[in-house]
C-alpha cells in the first residue's frame, strides 16, 4: 500500500487522508499550511470500462443538450478515450458541461471543457441547477458503477432524458495495511465506497480518531457502520474539509 506523507512535528495533529494524493495535492498542502501532519493512503483503485461507446458518444455532440461528469475518475476516462480534443474540437463548446465539486470542474478545465455546477457540492443541487436550464434533448451522463440515484432520479423526475454511460468501475483495495503508519488524531473519508475498504480492513484507529466526511452521503455511510461522524465538510475541497476540522475543535 503507497501512502504520502509530510513530515510530522511533535505538536503537529496527524490526518490521514483516505484517497490517492495528487501532484501538488491542494489537500495535503491545506493541511500542512494549517499545521497538520497529513498522510494520504489510497483506498480504493478504478478500471475503465466501456471506453469505445464513450468515445462514440464524445465524438457525437449534436445528440446531446449537454454533458454531467459527478466524479474526477468520470474525467480521466474522457482523457483515456479522447487525449487529443478539447471541449470545442469535439464541437461541446456551445453546450452546457455540469460537474459536481472543484476537483472534477478542475479536471474538466484541465482537458479544455468549460464546466458549471461545481459550487453546487453535491448531487441534488446540482441537479437543481441543470433543471433551472432549458435542456431540449437528453443530457449523457458519465457514471461509475456505484453510482448513486439521487441525481439521475431528479431529473427524470423534472422531465429530463438520460444517456448513461458507466465509464469506471469501483474497487476495494485489498492490500491495507494500517499497522506501520502513525497514528492519526483525525481520518478523512472521502466516499462510501472508502468505508466499505476501511472496514473491511477493520484498523483498531477507528475506535480511537474523530472521523470526518466530505459530505452527507459518506456521513450516512459511517453511520450506517456503527461509526461516530466529528465532522461534515460542508463543500467537497480541501478548505472545506479543513474548515470542517477547525469548527470540529472549536465547537
Not at 500500500?1 to 489537500?27: F, N
Not at 448513486?148 to 483495495?173: A, H, K, M, Q, S
Request: hydrophobic residues 45%.
Amino acid at each position: 500500500m503507497s501512502s504520502t506523507r509530510s513530515k510530522i512535528g511533535a505538536d503537529q495533529p496527524i490526518v490521514w487522508l483516505l484517497r490517492e494524493a495528487e501532484e501538488a495535492d491542494p489537500y495535503e498542502e491545506t493541511f500542512i499550511e494549517a499545521g497538520f501532519a497529513p498522510l494520504s493512503i489510497p483506498v480504493l483503485r478504478y478500471e475503465w470500462v466501456n471506453e469505445r461507446a464513450l468515445r462514440v458518444a464524445l465524438e457525437h455532440p449534436a445528440r446531446y443538450s449537454g454533458l454531467i461528469c459527478t466524479s474526477p475518475r468520470a474525467v480521466e476516462a474522457i482523457a483515456q478515450v479522447v487525449p487529443w480534443a478539447s471541449q470545442e474540437e469535439l464541437g461541446w463548446h456551445n453546450r452546457p458541461v455540469f460537474a459536481v465539486g472543484p476537483r472534477t470542474a478542475a479536471g474538466l478545465r484541465s482537458i479544455g471543457f468549460k464546466p458549471e455546477g461545481e459550487e453546487s457540492g453535491s448531487a441534488v443541487p446540482l441537479a437543481e441547477h441543470i433543471l433551472a436550464r432549458t435542456v431540449e434533448r437528453r443530457l449523457l451522463f458519465l457514471c461509475g458503477d456505484r453510482r448513486r440515484d439521487e441525481l439521475p432520479d431528479r431529473l427524470r423526475e423534472g422531465g429530463i432524458e438520460l444517456e448513461e454511460i458507466c465509464v469506471y468501475r469501483t474497487l476495494l483495495r485489498g492490500d491495507l495495511d494500517f499497522s506501520g503508519l502513525a497514528r492519526p488524531e483525525w481520518i478523512v473519508f472521502f466516499s462510501p465506497s472508502g468505508v466499505e475498504a476501511v472496514l473491511a480492513a477493520n484498523p483498531p484507529v477507528l475506535s480511537r480518531a474523530k472521523l470526518v466526511a466530505i459530505g452527507e452521503t459518506t456521513a450516512e455511510a459511517l453511520r450506517a457502520a456503527g461509526l461516530q461522524v466529528h465532522a461534515i465538510a460542508k463543500r467537497p475541497s480541501a478548505d472545506g474539509v479543513l474548515l470542517a476540522v477547525r469548527d470540529a475543535v472549536t465547537g
